[in-house]
Structure formats: C-alpha cells, structure tokens
C-alpha cells in the first residue's frame, strides 16, 4: 500500500514538474537559435547582459558556452559545430582555428591584468607598493596554468613588465611611464629594492629575497621560482572557482583579469580615482604605442610547469569570429555587429573591459563587419594576436 | 527446565504476550498456527530479537545476557547450514562442544567419506537423534 | 541450450546498451596508431596513471573499511532516523564535482572549520594540492559505490545466520569475520573496483583541489589528459586515453577472474 501510494506521488510530481516546465518555458517560435562559445571572463559582461539585450533587440536566440579560450578551440577542433567564437587571447583564433575553421577575426576589446582579493585582510590600498603584499612571507598567490589559460602567461608578463617599471630608469619607456618623474619613481624603486634586495626584509625574513639590486626579474622569481617551490603559488584554472579559492583561503590573492572582479565578486587593487592600481604601463590592456612596444621587452617564458612558450609581451586582445561551418551567417553577424558598436561597448566598458572604439580586423571579414573596423596597427606585435 | 514469565514481544503489529510458562523435559514439540508465534518465543529465547519479561533456564536468567551467553543454539527450518563450509566445518562449528562429538556425529551421519566436501552437494542430510 | 523468446527480446536490449558502451571507446581506441600510443607513453601518461591508480586503490581500500561497519551498523537499525541518513550517502554523487571541490576547500583549506582543527594538531597542515585533498575528495565522491555494492550483498539473512553462529558461543565479531565476510568478498571486489574505477575519472573537483600534486607537480590522469587537449589538441588527449583505457580494461579484467564464480548464499 505504502509503495503503491509512494508511486503514484512521484508519477504525480513528475507530471506536475513538466506542466509547470511547459507552463514557464517561452513558446518555440520560428526563431533560429545560434550557438557560440566564448571566453569565461565573458560569462558576466556577454552572458548576462550583452545577449539578452541583443535576444531583445534582434528577436535572436542564442545559446552561448563559456569557458577557457584554448578549451573552446580545442572543442571546436574536435567537431563541436558553434556557430561564433570569442577568445580573450586573440592568437587563439589564428593558430588553433585558421584557416580550418574561419579565416577573419575582429579584435574588439582588451582587459588589463589585475591583483584580486576577496578577504579584507588583504585589502591594498591606493598607492600601497602591491608587490610587496603578494610577495610576502605567507601569503599565497593564484594564477591560472599558462597552458590551460591566456591570464595564466599574461600574468607572468605583467609580473616581469612590473619588475622593469619600478627597476629601470634608463629604460626610455619606464621614464614615459613615470612621466619623468625621477622623484616618484624613486620612492617605489627603494621600497623595491629594500623588500627584494640583499638585506631586504624578504631575505631577513628568510622567504626568498636577497636578489641584485634593480633586479627587474626579483618578484617573478619571488612568486613564479620561490613561491611556487615553498607551495605558495598555486597555478590553476581561474575560470572556475576562483572566488571558491579566494574564500577558502586556498589563496589569499589572484592574478587574473580585471573584469574577473565584477564576474566573482572580488576586490582588486586600485587607484584612488577607481581604475586599476596596475599602471597601463603593466597591466596589458593598452592598445597605445609606446605601452605597447614596452610590453614587448618582455616574454611569457615561465616555469616548467607553467610554460607556454617564449613569446614577446602584448596586450590583452579579445577576439571575435564566425566559424564557417555556419548556417546562420545573418544572424552570426548580426551579433557580431552589436557587439563591437555602441550596444556592445557600452555594455563592456560597464563591466570592466576596456572596447577597442574601432576594432581591428585580421583576414578576409564579410563585408558587414570589415566597415567597421581598420587594420591592426603595425606596432602591435604579431604574436599578441597571431601566437598562444 | 526453562521457565518464562511476563514476555512481551513486538515485532511490526505482531504481539507476543507469555504471561506464565514452565517447559521441561528432553525434547519438546511447539505446536500452533501459522503466525501464532512459534519462531518469536524461539528466537527470544536464544536472544535473536528483544523481548521484556524474564527468561530462566536451569534456575539462571538469561533474558539479559547476549547471545552467545545464553547456552542456547538455534537453528532455523531454512537457515541450519552454512552452505559456503565444508561437512567437516559444518558439524565442527559449535564452539562449545563436547570432546568426540565430531567423530560420533561423522560416523553416525555416515559422512566420512565426503567430510571435506562442501555442502550444497548433498540433496540431503541425515538427521539422526543423538544424546 | 534453447532459450525462451524472452531472452532473445531482451538480447536486443544488450545489445543496443553494449553499442553504446563499446563503440565510443572502440573508436577511441581506432583513432590513434601504434606508434602514437608508443610516442606518447613518453609524455608522462605512464607516471600520471601509475599515480592515479595507487590513489584510487588507497580510496577504495578505505571505502571498504568503512563500508563493512557502516552496513553491519545499518542494517541492525531499523529506525526511520537512520533510514533518512542512509540516503544521504548517494547525495555527494548528484553534487556537481567543480562544487564538490569547492565544497573540500571550504571546509579543509587551514583557515577553514575542519582545516583549522587539523591545523591545531598538524601545525604544518596544508590541504591543497596535497594526498590528503585528493583521497578525502575522491572519497567523499566514490565510497557510495562500495557501501551500496557491499550493503546489497548483505541481507536479513546475514543477520540470523550470525546470530545462529553467535549462538553456538561466537562473539558478534567472531561471527561476522566467520559466517558474513566470507561471503561477502565477492562484494568486497565489486565495490572496491567500482569506487577504483570512479575515482581514476575524477576531474572536475581535482581541478580545483589538486591541480597537481606538490611538490612533485605530477597530474591525476584526468587532470593530464585535460592539460593536454587543451594544450595539445585532440590527437595526443586520445592517445592518452587509450593507453588509459588498454590499462583499465587490464585491471578490471584480473578483478573480475578474481572474483570468480557467482555462489548465491542467501
């Protein structure tokens, strides 16, 4: 009697469940629905309040996956049909998909590299020397594996970019960084060097340090040689649980993305005036010249285990594509159109991304999206967005 | 001589219920219904399942001791062999046992010849009465 | 030997199961070469897989050491209480594995409540990235498998079986090693096997809790695989798989001729 009675409930809740899942669900309508995958520090920005708008607008349903740049290639390679591909190192598209799979893309934002917390215990304030807090006895640092994610080696170039902005005052882009001003850089430089240095309070303290003076490579040996031998750099996949990380005191600070903040709901160091503490001169996301050409003095060279090669410095470039296995091109474009104009960059720039305000275009784009942008600036290197 | 009084078993909606019952003798029959409790006062006496009141054999209360306290086997109409054990390890289980016993039984039951043999081999056991 | 018609109906549903069971890792297996699995036997998937079955044999081995008490205990306790606690064991299994990942740093991490305890007596104490991360997550994940496997193989039966032998002057423990272990090692090798076999396919939490293992820096096998679709692309992951998959197939083999005939007891 019992069983009989505890069938008949879970037929009923069974029914129940799909009336009220047909009752809520939207009716199908003729409407296509196109697939994308895009990369994780999208989800926010694009997931949650690009497409609804653009589904609003447009009456165009899509259904969009996110996750790790490489690992969406790496799908799409394995036969996954998507429809659009959207990648927060460009170089993704060109060395993984082309000419197999599309054979354009449009670079269409950057992101800057930022130092994230989510204890306020860790809290740096404006104008704090930062290398100092990550660096410290105890204290351990997230960044993603480089082969498993672009923030993994874009962090370790922002590391080694740092150690010559506050090393290098013969170098003429550090002095354009500091505006000339030998004064301020010099108050940074002795901090640098009191903490790192031979009798710096690192080697006192008997957690690394003792490194030349002006060591430009002190705090990625710090973190990327010491930290990671003593098991307090942990390099993971940020994309997922990041904030999981954070909380838990698996790490007390990461390095990822800065609009990482805004999708987990971290803290990452800033400037009085609200933007990132990590000067444009280090943090990747300029498309300036001279920034540019600064971030190439130096590699993506990192440890054994965390090392995707040795290519030169370059900013953090998102980029867009239609993959040509596509039966929707239309509607493809039609999303890419409202991503790189105004709806779009609106939308980026309230979530922390920085909109390339007339994207760059690479290869042959239909003609739709190729009007609205200009060739990539020969002063940025090829590697930033032909290499991973 | 085993001597019960105020037994109250419960087993589901099934209530057992000896106000008074004196047993003695070498060799006693229950008789009774299907469900009329049989198995239960058997099971409560060797201490299978729980029971109130009080049980004496031989003037000793044994109502709370465990089991294998109680000097009393039980052997279910089903579940009397350990099908998994040899002949040998079958009449040799009994951990209290009287010196000889194993060789009187294996002789009597005539299964000398098969004593290492496992059980499920035989379509049946002799059953044979012994002191 | 003739069978009756039901066999033959129900054959066809073996068969359409065995298709979908057997093809993917047939195809799988057909997609790499020889000489591929050679050359990528040197990429470290013969270290990661070594690795990863000590790990998952150490985890299977502490499922059933906690599976056996745990069923003798349960089954002797027919109150509804512990009826609700014996479906919370399935409960891990349904929790999505990147949550159950976070979930083990949340209460192991040394900052956190069970983690600060361990940290009082082991000052030392880390847990990410360690042993100890990947045997109490695949753990927590895989020991449903052996409990329920040795549980079903320990009915009623069991319980009076025991009891006659208790009455023949066997302690309770005397009684069980005697009368139900015996019988239950066949269950035993069940349910170690299939907590073994799900802890070697674990990923999703092991991103989180031990990408690698410090401070050798080596890979679970899923982990590596993962690591090398992404940084490798699909050829180099299947090979791994396959080599994976040929040593799988093995090991589950020797088990299963262990095991042995079935005897049913009860």
């Known amino acids: 009697m019992r069983t009989s009675l505890a069938i008949i409930a879970l037929v009923i809740i069974f029914i129940a469940g799909i009336a009220i899942g047909l009752y809520i669900t939207p009716r199908e309508s003729k409407t296509v629905i196109i697939t994308g995958f895009a990369a994780g520090s999208l989800k926010y920005a694009i997931g949650d309040n690009f497409i609804p708008e653009f589904s609003n607008l447009t009456g165009i349903k899509i259904g969009m996956s996110f996750g790790g740049s490489v690992s969406g290639?790496?799908?799409?390679?394995?036969?996954?049909?998507?429809?659009?591909?959207?990648s927060a190192a460009a170089g993704v598209i060109p060395s993984l998909l082309m000419p197999n799979y599309t054979d354009w893309m449009i670079i269409f934002a950057t992101n800057e590299m930022a130092v994230t917390w989510i204890n306020q215990s860790y809290n740096i304030q404006p104008g704090a020397f930062w290398f100092e807090n990550i660096s410290a006895k105890g204290i351990i640092v997230a960044a993603s594996n480089a082969s498993l994610d672009p923030s993994g080696f874009q962090a370790i170039e922002m590391i080694k970019l740092a150690g010559i902005y506050y090393t290098n005052w013969s170098n003429p882009y550090v002095r354009m960084a500091w505006h000339n001003n030998f004064h301020e850089f010099m108050i940074y430089n002795s901090a640098w060097n009191s903490w790192f240095g031979p009798n710096g309070t690192?080697?006192?303290?008997?957690?690394?340090?003792?490194?030349?003076?002006?060591?430009?490579?002190?705090?990625?040996?710090?973190?990327?040689?010491?930290k990671l031998k003593v098991g307090d750099l942990k390099l993971t996949t940020v994309e997922i649980g990041l904030d999981g990380y954070l909380q838990s005191g698996a790490a007390d600070y990461a390095l990822t993305y800065k609009s990482q903040a805004i999708n987990q709901h971290l803290n990452y160091f800033k400037n009085t005036n609200g933007s990132n503490g990590l000067s444009s001169w280090i943090n990747l996301g300029s498309i300036q010249r001279n920034q540019v050409m600064f971030?190439?003095?130096?590699n993506s060279t990192g440890p054994s285990i965390d090392n995707i090669g040795d290519?030169?410095?370059?900013?953090?470039?998102?980029?867009?594509?239609?993959?040509?296995?596509?039966?929707?091109?239309?509607?493809?474009?039609?999303?890419?159109?409202?991503?790189v104009t105004p709806l779009g960059q609106q939308i980026l720039n309230n979530s922390d991304f920085d909109p390339i305000s007339v994207p760059f275009i690479y290869g042959q784009a239909p003609p739709l999206i190729s009007q609205l942008g200009q060739p990539i600036p020969a002063y940025i290197p090829t590697n930033s967005y032909e290499e991973i | 001589m085993l001597h019960i009084t105020d037994l109250r078993v419960i087993r589901g909606k099934f209530k057992l219920q000896i106000d008074d019952l004196n047993l003695s003798g070498r060799s006693i029959l229950l008789i009774g219904e299907n469900g009329s409790g049989k198995t239960t006062l058997l099971q409560s006496i060797a201490g299978f399942i729980q029971s109130?009141?009080?049980?004496?054999?031989?003037?000793f209360e044994i109502n709370s001791l465990p089991i294998e306290k109680r000097n009393v086997c039980m052997l279910s109409t089903t579940l009397n062999i350990f099908k998994d054990k040899t002949v040998k390890e079958n009449l040799n289980f009994p951990k209290r046992k009287r010196d000889g016993v194993y060789d009187d039984l294996i002789n009597d039951l005539g299964l000398a010849e098969k004593e290492t043999s496992k059980v499920p081999i035989f379509p049946q056991v002799k059953c044979k009465d012994w002191p | 030997m003739k069978f009756d018609k039901l066999y033959y109906i129900f054959s066809i549903f073996v068969i359409i199961y065995l298709?979908?069971?057997?093809?993917?890792?047939?195809?799988?297996?057909?997609?790499?070469?020889?000489?591929?699995?050679?050359?990528?036997?040197?990429?470290?998937i013969i270290q990661s897989i070594e690795l990863t079955y000590l790990m998952a044999f150490i985890v299977a081995i502490i499922s059933v050491v906690f599976a056996i008490p745990y069923t003798y205990f349960i089954s002797r306790s027919p109150h509804p209480f512990f009826k609700f606690v014996d479906s919370i064991i399935e409960l891990p299994i349904m929790i999505p594995h990147t949550v159950v990942g976070i979930i083990m740093l949340l209460t192991f991490e040394p900052s956190m409540p069970v983690g600060s305890l361990i940290s009082k007596i082991y000052p030392n104490y880390r847990f990410d990235d360690t042993f100890f991360a990947v045997i109490v997550t695949l753990f927590f994940l895989a020991s449903a498998y052996s409990i329920r496997t040795i549980q079903v193989s320990?009915?009623?039966?069991?319980?009076?079986?025991?009891?006659?032998?208790?009455?023949?002057?066997?302690?309770?423990?005397?009684?069980?090693?005697?009368?139900?272990?015996?019988?239950m090692w066949r269950s035993i090798l069940r349910g170690m096997a299939l907590t073994w076999a799900r802890s070697i396919s674990e990923v999703g939490s092991m991103l989180i809790v031990a990408y690698y293992i410090f401070p050798s820096f080596t890979h679970l096998v899923g982990i590596f695989i993962y690591?090398?679709?992404?940084?490798?692309?699909?050829?180099?992951?299947?090979?791994s798989s396959s080599i994976l998959i040929i040593t799988g197939l093995l090991t589950l083999l020797i088990l299963k001729i262990l095991e042995g005939k079935d005897a049913s007891y009860y």
């Open chain 3, 19 to 44: 298709g979908i069971i057997v093809v993917p890792i047939l195809r799988t297996l057909l997609f790499t070469s020889i000489n591929g699995l050679v050359q990528d036997s040197k990429s470290g």
């Open chain 1, 295 to 298: 971030y190439q003095e130096v």
């Open chain 1, 73 to 86: 290639a790496r799908q799409i390679q394995s036969g996954q049909p998507y429809d659009i591909f959207i």
């Open chain 1, 202 to 226: 690192l080697a006192s303290e008997h957690y690394g340090g003792g490194y030349p003076i002006n060591d430009s490579m002190a705090l990625y040996d710090q973190l990327f040689q010491y």
């Open chain 1, 311 to 339: 290519y030169p410095g370059g900013p953090i470039l998102y980029g867009a594509t239609i993959l040509s296995k596509t039966k929707y091109l239309n509607n493809d474009e039609a999303f890419i159109y409202f991503l």
């Open chain 3, 227 to 239: 690591s090398q679709f992404i940084g490798n692309g699909l050829i180099p992951a299947a090979e």
């Open chain 3, 154 to 183: 320990y009915t009623k039966n069991a319980i009076e079986y025991e009891n006659m032998a208790r009455s023949f002057g066997y302690k309770p423990l005397e009684a069980f090693m005697l009368v139900s272990v015996p019988f």
């Open chain 2, 52 to 59: 109130s009141g009080k049980i004496y054999l031989e003037d």
